[in-house]
């Protein structure tokens, strides 16, 4: 599932991964989904999500309860890389102004 580009993004998810942790006695399955980001300027993001099964669960709502986790996942990422490449832009604003303001490198 990789090389998805959530609509209005302008990165793409290069890794997904779907893990299940089966827990029989508590008659439950949590499906863990972890999604990663891979581009120039933010080096690596990645968000995990998780969906909780349990022998209540109907068939029928697997599906959307997958479809929810995912989209979920997209807006985290979508936010951690934006969050990431602001910061990054302020820290190179940072070592760029150390000389000007306090007369040497940061």
């Given at each position: 599932m ?73 807006e985290?990422l ?14 190179r ?8 303001v306090?007369?040497a490198e940061?």
């Open positions: 990789s090389g998805v580009t959530p609509v209005g993004g302008n990165w793409v998810l290069t890794s997904l991964n779907v893990v299940p942790e089966f827990r029989v006695d508590e008659g439950r399955v949590i499906v863990r989904l972890t999604g990663c980001v891979e581009e120039p300027i933010v080096k690596a993001v990645c968000h995990t999500v998780s969906i909780d099964l349990t022998v209540k669960t109907k068939p029928e709502e697997v599906r959307e309860l997958l479809r929810k986790a995912y989209y979920e996942l997209l985290a979508d936010t951690k890389v934006k969050a990431a490449r602001i910061l990054t832009h302020l820290y604003e940072l070592l760029n102004s150390c000389r000007d306090i007369g940061c």
